[in-house]
């Protein structure tokens, strides 16, 4: 089966490849999807899938499945880009990937006694795609859910931090700069005075805490009060437990910036906050297995594995559902995620073999926890 399976993912390189670098070459940001989730599913419909498009009523999400065997393979296909840096993180080769191990497993799905599924999940940056189609059904069931992240080097176990998202909106009052400064309520004096307090707060958090953002809007014009100031923040900790005693605390900050300026302060969450990941052991080790027989090389621990500790709302999938999200070796040092030069190794030979070999070691795992699920045949 893992055979068959390997030579329907070769069958179809040249256009899982096609499909990589039209997304590539047209970036579209979280929500914003639409030509990369219209594009994602056209191989899988062609192969017999049956495809929903705006799946639980999400416009750039979909949702493909083929066969009807008892345990069920899900694969998820991610395909936001970054704004202002295109695809900086390789979501094109994510998405492909996940239709190459669909496009396998549905070779062998009769013969393994699987039904596959993919998601095609939007707004991974920052949007919580997948925590929206989880508060909508989505996964309920599934035996595994899976997805291959390119990163710098190979790593096995995701190990992301739990994060949370939120637009910081200040609001003052305009005046003349010059000629009226009195009558003014700085709007970016308030997240100055924000980003002093979180940099002192820094020396009291945990080693692993994470606080940072940007100020998306500041002012107008040089010589008004700017009246308005906008930004996007975020706060990481280890566990869904540790974000919630620690956010309060950096929010408190974005309240001194407001006490200080007299501005009005908003805060409002970008989406629910992602969890840290629990990676079912068995599947990982089935995966750790077929990646080296695939030529795959795991990087040690340091640096060039750090991408591992990167959050993703996969990680509230795990929560309902076995899961793995291993990350992939694009060969891309010294370049690492969210820099332009990654976005560059996301196309080109290197990339596509590992698109190909995430493909094959996703599917030949799930042809694995297809085996795991037969009863025992007793001695032999």
């Known amino acids: 089966m893992k055979e068959a399976a390997r030579r329907a993912v070769d069958r179809r390189a040249e256009e899982l490849i096609a499909l990589s670098e039209r997304l590539h070459a047209d970036p579209e940001t979280a929500w914003e999807e639409h030509r990369a989730a219209a594009a994602v599913p056209e191989l899988l419909d ?9 799946h639980l009523g999400l416009e750039t999400a979909f949702h493909a499945r083929f066969g009807s065997g008892p345990v069920r393979i899900a694969l998820c296909a991610e395909y936001d880009a970054l704004p202002g840096l295109g ?22 799905a009769d013969d393994a006694g699987l039904t596959v599924e993919v998601y095609g999940t939007p707004a991974e940056e920052g949007g919580g795609g997948k925590i929206e189609l989880l508060d909508r059904g989505a996964f309920a069931g599934v035996d595994l859910a899976m997805m291959v992240h390119p990163a710098p080097v190979d790593v096995a176990e995701a190990r992301p931090f739990a994060v949370s998202h939120s637009k910081i909106s200040y609001t003052g009052k305009s005046a003349h700069a010059a000629a009226y400064p009195e009558a003014g309520i700085n709007a970016a004096d308030a997240f100055t005075v924000a980003q002093v307090a979180i940099g002192l707060l820094r020396q009291q958090l945990p080693s692993s805490a994470r606080v940072h953002g940007v100020v998306t809007h500041a002012g107008d014009a ?15 900790a280890e566990t869904l437990a540790e974000l919630a005693a620690l956010e309060p605390r950096v929010m408190r900050a974005f309240e001194a910036g407001a006490l200080a300026t007299g501005c009005e302060l908003r805060i409002e969450p ?3 906050p992602y969890a840290e990941f629990r990676t079912d052991a068995t599947a990982l080790g089935h995966y750790r297995t077929n990646a080296l027989a695939l030529g795959r090389e795991f990087a040690p621990p340091g640096q060039a594995a750090r991408m591992s500790r ?7 999938v795990s929560q309902v559902v076995p899961a793995i999200h291993p990350y992939i070796g694009i060969g891309s040092l010294p370049a690492t995620n969210h820099q332009h030069e990654f976005a560059a190794y996301c196309v080109g030979g290197t990339a596509e073999r590992a698109l190909l070999d995430g493909a094959i070691a996703l599917a ?17």
Request: proline share 5%.
């Open 46 to 54: 062609r192969a017999g899938f049956d495809v929903t498009s705006s």
């Open 87 to 108: 695809h900086a993180c390789g979501h094109n080769l994510i998405a492909a990937s996940s239709v190459g191990a669909a496009l396998g497993l549905a070779a062998v």
């Open 222 to 236: 040089p010589n008004a009060i700017p009246e308005r100031s906008t930004g996007r923040w975020y706060v990481r």
């Open 270 to 272: 970008e989406s629910k």
């Open 310 to 316: 990167a959050s993703t709302d996969m990680g509230n």
């Open 364 to 380: 030949w795992t799930g042809v694995d926890r297809a085996l795991d699920s037969r009863p025992s045949e007793g001695p032999r």
